[in-house]
């Protein structure tokens, strides 16, 4: 008799224990992530957390009022409105987003960065269907007649650190033994500085970043050359959240097939290239 009501007190103590933890949990309900109506689960209640590295206009930049806008925000504000949150846009830096890092901390829900998917960015990450198509382009300055990266000899290119542009030059240079000094710049902002103010002769990424920097931009900067590297841009969402990469992928269809897709392209990017 003893015994059974010790391990009764012990029982209703632990019961007593398993309410203040559970009504705790309920009052950090805000902090500490939520789950939407159709059972995805967030890394904050209300809000759909994105991992982005600015600037990348076209695909997310901030605005004259400091509000991040672009290609990419529009797309992903389609995901959070079907999740019935709002979206809010976190900026760090790209090595953290494309290697998987943030999302698995629990920083963001989601990494939208005009990111390519890439095999070996597939081992760390899962990613949405494609939602963009792009190629790599070497920029120069207005009137340098360089159109080849052979040409370069001698010469200096910008790349952006991290990037698939940053590989594809390491590549070409290795490959090709090219004699060119390849310089790696934080962000893309940067690197257009720094061919703007000439410590580079070229600058490598992706060709619609330079289409938005030369429409802001006119008669400084054209593209020299292409190189179809036939790269794809993916959402990204940790290993195995599969209810989150269900709903990109759904809301990424749905915007493909009522023509939001298209209207978005229209905005941020322009008219579409005919095949
Ligand atoms: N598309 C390129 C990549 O994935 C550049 C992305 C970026 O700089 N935001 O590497």
Not at 212 to 236: L, S
Request: with cysteine; glycine share 10%.
């Amino acid at each position: 008799m003893k015994s059974l009501g010790y391990s009764r007190r012990m029982a209703t103590l632990a019961t007593a224990a398993a309410l203040v933890v559970g009504g705790l949990a309920g009052c950090a309900k805000e902090d500490t992530g939520g789950t939407t109506e159709g059972g995805v689960a967030l890394i904050k209640a209300g809000a759909l957390t994105t991992c982005t590295h600015l600037p990348y206009a076209p695909f997310q930049a901030p605005d004259e009022t400091g509000k991040v806008v672009g290609f990419d925000v529009a797309l992903v504000d389609l995901v959070a409105k079907k999740l019935g949150v709002t979206q809010e846009i976190i900026d760090t830096p790209f090595e953290g987003i494309k290697s998987g890092s943030d999302l698995n901390a629990g920083k963001c829900d989601i990494a939208a960065a005009g990111m390519t998917i890439t095999d070996e960015r597939k081992q760390v990450l899962d990613f949405s269907d494609p939602y963009f198509d792009a190629t790599q382009a070497l920029a120069v300055l207005t009137g340098n007649q360089v159109k080849t990266l052979e040409e370069l000899a001698g010469k200096r290119v910008g790349v952006q650190g991290g990037t698939t542009g940053e590989d594809y030059i390491k590549t070409q240079v290795e490959q090709k033994s090219l004699d060119i000094e390849v310089v790696s710049y934080k962000d893309l902002a940067a690197q257009q500085q720094a061919l703007a103010t000439k410590q580079v002769d070229a600058a490598v990424n992706d060709l619609p970043v330079w289409n938005e920097y030369i429409k802001n931009n006119v008669g400084k900067v054209e593209v020299a050359a292409g190189f179809d590297t036939g790269e794809q841009y993916g959402f990204a969402v940790k290993k195995g959240n599969a209810e989150l990469l269900k709903a990109v992928n759904e809301s990424l269809a749905a915007a493909r097939a009522d023509g939001t897709y298209d209207q978005i392209y229209a905005t941020w990017i322009g008219a579409k290239p005919t095949a």
